[in-house]
């Protein structure tokens, strides 16, 4: 008969850092591919007449965008090129798939370990908790390039964005006409690159609570002496004869 649900191990490190590593990677791609960004020029022309030219750029930031800029009647296209799309869906795919992975081993956690804990392979080196720590190992590592990779993208991001000078060396903004630049803001991106990162130490942090779990950790502890009031218990040496 199934066993019912064992709901005590979020209770314990490792179940509970799960939730937390689940909550980490959901905040962390959902700021990425939630981020929108404006950017925004108002000219004032010396006839009081004004224009407001805006493009918005997204997730996955693999495209074109043409600021409108009005001058003599005419209206001129600052093309705007985003190309950061390969990093940008790296960490994206790194956070959706830790996210899935979580919840598996919570589900097996919270439903299936009691079960299995008698078999050939509970206590073995293909046990959950080798092959747990195994993932934890990778998780930390690929949070790790992927969020370096992030940053990267963002700061491309921000350069191709950035067009202020640019603006004011134009036309439609020199000879009696005066241009306002409204930069985007990027909180969302640098929280979700802050995240990642987070999200390197609490996997590290999670492998020692593994590890613990392991037969490595069971087999050393095994294979250290015996000790009494501090010190090892050793068979004192015989007398000479």
């Not at 997204?58 to 009005?70: E, I």
């Not at 799309?85 to 960490?91: I, P, V």
């Not at 080196?125 to 930390?140: E, H, K, N, R, T």
């Not at 990267?152 to 350069?159: E, F, L, P, R």
Request: proline letters at 4%.
């Amino acid at each position: 008969m199934r066993n019912s649900p064992n709901f005590g191990v979020l209770n314990e490190p490792r179940g509970f850092i799960k939730i937390l590593e689940v909550l980490l990677a959901i905040f962390a791609f959902s700021c990425a591919t939630g981020f929108r960004g404006h950017i925004e020029v108002i000219q004032e022309f010396g006839a009081g007449s004004s224009n407001n030219a805006k493009v918005t750029f997204s997730y996955p930031f693999d495209t074109k965008v043409d600021l409108p800029l009005k001058y003599n009647n005419t209206i001129t296209n600052l093309e705007l090129i985003f190309n950061q799309r390969s990093s940008s869906e790296f960490f994206v795919v790194i956070g959706v798939f830790c996210f899935l992975y979580c919840l598996i081993i919570l589900v097996y956690y919270i439903m299936f370990e009691e079960e299995n804990t008698q078999s050939s392979t509970a206590t073995g080196m293909l046990s959950l908790p080798v092959i747990d720590f195994c993932v934890g190992a990778f998780w930390a590592l690929f949070w790790f390039f992927s969020s370096c990779a992030f940053a990267a993208a963002t700061n491309g991001i921000k350069k191709v964005a950035d067009i202020e000078k640019s603006v004011h060396m134009l036309d439609a903004c020199i000879n009696g006409n005066k241009c306002t630049f409204i930069g985007a803001k990027y909180a969302a991106l640098t929280i979700a690159i802050l995240l990642g990162f987070l999200n390197v130490f609490v996997w590290s942090g999670n492998m020692w609570f593994l590890w613990k779990e392991t037969p490595w950790h069971t087999a050393n502890r095994r294979n250290q002496p015996a000790t009494l009031g501090g010190q090892s218990h050793q068979s004192a040496p015989a007398a000479p004869i």
